[in-house]
């Protein structure tokens, strides 16, 4: 009988290659897209997020109609079976729109409240991000690993922000880590930016806010390839995220969770 976590990670990277396949012709046309403003005009979603949700969500209900499913765009459905898909058609919908290559296409399998597989797909990169509950990590065929050697002040740390959280404690939390002879890096794909720190580019990653279809995959991958990571609420619409290889984690968490008056 086939596990039924290992059936939905395969479909999920079929489905994942389809989505960046999809968003990619999109990019391509990006000129062409109708394009809105969410809760301001730094957030934005395309005709190209809502069409590849919708491709995801249909061959998800094909293949499990029983599940549930939890997309950036399209709302929540509800399901019996205990699993639930967690959907961003486009994470990084700003460099999307912009031409920039830092986006992709992420899905997070839950049983329960427990992540247990995760893929982001890069297709500008050619890179796809893989993640399964005691299994393992990887970056195409290849076993990823943090970097178990970085440490605060000999590498770049990812950091994101949102509309979502103030900006004053956020910018002295990059102030901390510069003084602490560390370097911040920002690409505007949250789940970018996470797979990059379980692949050793990035020492770490911080976002006081993160919404759970940008980040549950990549914390997946972060804790498989031998790193650590804050706790995510569960069952919540957002909450900070921190993700780190082993000697950047307590450095990291200090500057960035430290009471900021």
Known sequence: MTDPIDARFELARTIAAKGAESALA???ARDTLVIEDKMNPQDMVSQADKEVELLLRASIATAFPDDAISGEEGGATVGDSGF????DPIDGTSPFLAGLPHWGV????LQGDETVAGVIA????????TARLGAGAWVNDTPMQVGHDLTL???NVGMGISHRSPIGPFIKAIEDVLTAG???YRNGSGAVMLASVAVGRLGGYYEPHMNPWDCLAGLLMVREAGGQTLPFPAGAQGGTVLAAAPRVFLP?????LQRRD
């Open 122 to 129: 890069q297709p500008m990169a050619g890179e796809t991000f």
């Open 106 to 109: 992420v899905i997070a399998i």
């Open 153 to 155: 002040n000999t590498c």
């Open 26 to 28: 999109y990019f391509n």
């Open 182 to 184: 560390g370097m911040f």
């Open 84 to 87: 639930t898909w967690v959907l």
């Open 252 to 256: 990291l968490h200090s500057i960035c």
